[in-house]
């Protein structure tokens, strides 16, 4: 009994390309073209709900960081309105527009990225191919379009030999357009980040600014009016005892006055 040994050097097999793929689908087995078709088709399949995926993601990217730096720049006008601004948050702040910048560019970039190959009539319908399986399938076609068909499914099989190949080309291209869309919308996703994390230190100075500021201006204002009552507080204290003086006879705030006509006290 012949046993079919397992290669050892599989696991470290690389990928095949279109040529080794040709090769390897010289297949007998019409079940097992059958399910080789099946995953070709089921893999583009979910290469198609990949790139919907991404898309979305990266239109979602764009939309975010858009508003975003449109508050940005509002928080902007904030900062020159403050008499002196630390050259600290200078930096942060730019450093929160470039990365604001730097995430929308990304995005862009991943909905630039050309569109995902599809399955096109001109390929699914060569007629030299066509003509061949429906050969292979039928090699004494009936007389007349009434009278029954006997189908070999020799070339049903070589046909879908040729579209598993067509549909794994295909899915491979995808795979690596895929791949790098999702790679300008994960630097994307990266750089919005370090946008909210810089813009929130920016906003947490400002707010702090504007509480230490307000606290130390009422302070001053409790000093000044202080300042200015003291001497008021003075002044009515003498008029007062002016005041208390001439009543009982004194002047100059309580010095008595000897009369002139040489009388006693």
Same mark, same amino acid.
């Given at each position: 009994?012949?046993?079919?040994?397992?290669?050892?050097?599989?696991?470290?097999?690389?990928?095949?390309?279109?040529?080794?793929?040709?090769?390897?689908?010289?297949?007998?087995?019409?079940?097992?073209?059958?399910?080789?078709?099946?995953?070709?088709?089921?893999?583009?399949?979910?290469?198609?709900?990949?790139?919907?995926?991404?898309?979305?993601?990266?239109?979602?990217?764009?939309?975010?960081?858009?508003?975003?730096?449109?508050?940005?720049?509002?928080?902007?006008?904030?900062?020159?309105?403050?008499?002196?601004?630390?050259?600290?948050?200078?930096?942060?702040?730019?450093?929160?527009?470039?990365?604001?910048?730097?995430?929308?560019?990304?995005?862009?970039?991943?909905?630039?990225?050309?569109?995902?190959?599809?399955?096109?009539?001109?390929?699914?319908?060569?007629?030299?191919?066509?003509?061949?399986?429906?050969?292979?399938?039928?090699?004494?076609?009936?007389?007349?379009?009434?009278?029954?068909?006997?189908?070999?499914?020799?070339?049903?099989?070589?046909?879908?030999?040729?579209?598993?190949?067509?549909?794994?080309?295909?899915?491979?291209?995808?795979?690596?357009?895929?791949?790098?869309?999702?790679?300008?919308?994960?630097?994307?996703?990266?750089?919005?980040?370090?946008?909210?994390?810089?813009?929130?230190?920016?906003?947490?100075?400002?707010?702090? *600014?504007?509480?230490?500021?307000? +606290?130390?201006?009422? /302070? !001053? &204002? =409790?000093? %000044? $009016? @202080?300042? *200015?009552?003291?001497?008021?507080? +003075?002044?009515?204290? /003498? !008029? &007062? =005892?002016? %005041? $208390? @003086?001439?009543?009982?006879?004194?002047?100059?705030?309580?010095?008595?006055?000897?009369?002139?006509?040489?009388? @006693?006290?």
């Amino acid at each position: 009994m012949n046993e079919r040994k397992r290669p050892a050097d599989v696991a470290d097999e690389e990928a095949p390309n279109a040529d080794t793929i040709d090769e390897r689908l010289k297949l007998w087995s019409p079940s097992l073209v059958d399910l080789l078709y099946e995953t070709a088709k089921d893999r583009l399949a979910a290469e198609e709900k990949l790139h919907t995926l991404l898309i979305g993601k990266a239109n979602a990217l764009l939309g975010v960081t858009g508003l975003s730096l449109t508050v940005a720049f509002s928080f902007g006008g904030l900062l020159l309105n403050r008499a002196v601004v630390p050259r600290s948050v200078q930096v942060i702040y730019i450093v929160a527009l470039v990365a604001g910048f730097i995430a929308s560019a990304c995005a862009i970039m991943a909905i630039r990225i050309r569109g995902s190959r599809e399955v096109g009539a001109i390929d699914v319908f060569r007629s030299d191919m066509l003509t061949a399986a429906d050969a292979a399938d039928v090699p004494n076609p009936p007389a007349s379009s009434g009278d029954a068909v006997d189908s070999t499914g020799t070339g049903s099989t070589a046909y879908k030999r040729y579209l598993t190949s067509y549909f794994w080309r295909i899915y491979a291209s995808n795979v690596s357009r895929h791949a790098t869309s999702a790679s300008w919308v994960f630097a994307g996703q990266m750089s919005y980040g370090v946008f909210l994390v810089t813009i929130l230190l920016a906003a947490l100075f400002v707010a702090g *600014n504007f509480r230490i500021g307000g +606290t130390a201006d009422a /302070a !001053d &204002a =409790g000093m %000044d $009016a @202080g300042v *200015n009552q003291a001497p008021l507080s +003075t002044s009515m204290s /003498a !008029d &007062a =005892g002016a %005041d $208390a @003086g001439t009543a009982l006879g004194l002047s100059d705030g309580g010095v008595r006055v000897h009369p002139t006509d040489g009388g @006693g006290p």
